[in-house]
């Protein structure tokens, strides 16, 4: 029984590590609202189209519970997606591309969003392909300006 509980610990500490080693973290000193202001606007400005912005905060609010300030950005540019759902069409369960801004513990505010090279790797799109290098770019280009 030890040996069955360990190895379950083991598997599960080793898939949240790779899940924090797939995501990309951004600090801001903007406050959540501000820093999606400024990704929204970067993501106008860059041409690409804003599909949803989720207030996850307002809908905890809204049945009555409490969460940290959190907003997600879901937004996207065919330029880029197409190349990828051209490559294998399952790449779109994974896109449009997301980004949340989020308070922690400590109050200290990130950007975070998952390497499209990881979010990608269980469809059938190289590892080295083009597509993944240009999202990566747009996602630190994007992020880095909102954050700043």
């Known amino acids: 029984m030890r040996v069955l ?3 379950g610990l083991l598997t599960f500490l080793g898939a949240a590590s790779a899940l924090a080693d797939d995501l990309i973290k951004v600090k801001t000193e903007k406050s959540v609202a501000e ?9 106008g400005n860059a041409g690409a189209t804003v599909f949803a912005r989720v207030d996850h905060a307002a809908g905890a609010q ?3 519970m409490e969460l940290g ?4 950005l879901i937004f996207g540019n065919p330029k880029l997606g197409t190349p990828a759902m051209q490559a294998d069409p399952l790449a779109g369960l994974y896109l449009p591309l997301k980004v949340l801004a989020y308070s922690d513990a400590d109050g200290q505010v990130w950007l975070v969003y998952e390497d499209p090279a990881e979010m990608l790797d269980d469809v059938e799109i190289s590892g080295d392909a083009p597509v993944l290098g240009k999202m990566q ?3 630190k280009k ?3 300006a909102a954050a700043n």
């Open 142 to 144: 994007l992020t880095g």
């Open 5 to 7: 509980l360990c190895a």
């Open 69 to 72: 300030d959190a907003q997600l």
């Open 137 to 139: 770019g747009a996602l």
């Open 35 to 43: 820093v999606m202001d400024a990704l929204e606007a970067a993501v």
């Open 62 to 64: 809204k049945v009555g």
